[in-house]
């Protein structure tokens, strides 16, 4: 078995209510950058790829400010559930896709590492973490937004650190190839030109 850390990458899920930690604050960060420019027609496009239930293409400037600042997004500051303190490991969907194949590819030198427990899973992950306060400044100067942030630690952090341990895997010679700044710059164009 395989078990992949916090994946991120083209195609995923950017809604504001179920997406997971990267595309969540990417959007979040995105739109405020599109307020503090007085964007509106990036604004009206984001709503037409990734709708928000309470809006619709034909929302009023005010009602789409009130719906993105109940999100915790204004053109002055992004609201981040949290401390910002806990760390978590970010690894880019393809390089999942590569360490699936890299496993298939060694599968016979895994069964025989006699010092392994054959049955145990391989986990995949670049080994490494960043604070959710450090990704939030990452990607805020990826997208370029002058706001800052406010860290609500009156919501939860969840588990504080979830590095698991690659040592298996980079033994067999695997390591991630796409750096978290590559990555998220690579998704962020990806985003804005969808």
Known sequence: SLMPTNLYGCNDNFDLETSHVIPALMRKIHLAKCLENNDWKAIKNDLKKYPI??????SSYDNII????????????VEIWGSGRPTRDFL???DLADACLFVLDHFCAIQNDDS????????????SEISIKDLCLLIKNIVN???SF????????????????TSRLSELGW????????????????YTEM
């Open 53 to 58: 239930n309470k809006l619709n293409l034909n």
């Open 66 to 77: 009130s719906v993105l600042k109940d999100f915790g997004i204004t053109k002055k500051k």
């Open 92 to 94: 880019w969907s393809a």
């Open 116 to 127: 392994q427990n054959n049955n145990s899973h391989i986990n995949i992950g670049t080994g």
């Open 145 to 147: 937004y002058n706001g």
């Open 150 to 165: 406010y860290f609500n630690d009156s919501k939860p952090d969840g588990t504080m650190s979830k590095l698991m341990d």
């Open 175 to 190: 390591t991630s190839s796409v750096p978290l700044d590559k990555g998220i710059q690579q998704l962020y164009a990806w």
